[in-house]
T-cell receptor, first 110, second 111 residues
Framework: GQSLEQPSEVTAVEGAIVQINCTYQ??????LSWYQQHDGGAPTFLSY????GLEETGRFSSFLSRSDSYGYLLLQELQMKDSASYFC???????????FGTGTRLLVSP | EAEVAQSPRYKITEKSQAVAFWCDPI?????LYWYRQILGQGPELLVQFQDESVVDDSQLPKDRFSAERLKGVDSTLKIQPAELGDSAMYLC?????????FGPGTRLLVL
């Protein structure tokens, strides 16, 4: 089976940096994705790591270590609008199947 | 910018009734997914289509759920009969490369 672990909640202040970790146990691992979801909204794609290392997209970066079955999402220069739930999702081999974690709720305060 | 369309946005039904949800993916996207999301949890894949073919329905409760994508474009997910435990958000997504684009979802409440 597949299992993913993320912290349930993280709090930070505006302008800070926060890291959301994700560890996984899975068969058929292909890559790791991150999605953001605001309350009442749909998940939106943030990043994908198919190879080990760091991927940077603006204020967001994502990291993957296949040997450690571990990844993280790094959010810099936090803004109030970053308050949302963040999901890591394992991309399995085969037909682009994603298995989502339970999500980390990020609360950014002034 | 192209978006995934879903309807209805909200549905209230009584248990034992039939419900149906519709999804229109982004034009040209061959892969379409239906997910169920319970409040406070991540989306759970119910069924995945590649064009008109089902490639994964291992998590679909087939005694009551059915899904089709007859012409490989839009798709319908049906529940019959609905149960109280089916209350959730039903999300449709289509994919381009490693990016899945989600629709706004249908929030189902079963009374």
């Amino acid at each position: 089976g597949q299992s993913l672990e993320q912290p349930s909640e993280v709090t930070a202040v505006e302008g800070a940096i926060v890291q959301i970790n994700c560890t996984y146990q899975t068969s058929g691992f292909y890559g790791l994705s991150w999605y953001q979801q605001h309350d009442g909204g749909a998940p939106t794609f943030l990043s994908y790591n198919g190879l080990d290392g760091l991927e940077e997209t603006g204020r967001f970066s994502s990291f993957l270590s296949r040997s450690d079955s571990y990844g993280y999402l790094l959010l810099q220069e936090l803004q109030m609008k970053d308050s949302a739930s963040y999901f890591c999702a394992v991309r399995l081999t085969g037909f682009q199947k994603l298995v989502f974690g339970t999500g980390t709720r990020l609360l950014v305060s002034p | 910018e192209a978006e995934v369309a879903q309807s209805p946005r909200y549905k209230i039904t009584e248990k034992s009734q039939a419900v149906a949800f519709w999804c229109d993916p982004i034009s040209g996207h061959a892969t379409l997914y239906w997910y169920r999301q319970i409040l406070g949890q991540g989306p759970e894949l119910l069924v995945q289509f590649q064009d008109e073919s089902v490639v994964d329905d291992s998590q679909l409760p087939k005694d009551r759920f059915s899904a089709e994508r007859l012409k490989g474009v839009d798709s319908t997910l049906k529940i019959q009969p609905a149960e109280l435990g089916d209350s959730a958000m039903y999300l449709c997504a289509s994919a381009s490369g490693e990016t899945q684009y989600f629709g706004p979802g249908t929030r189902l409440l079963v009374l």
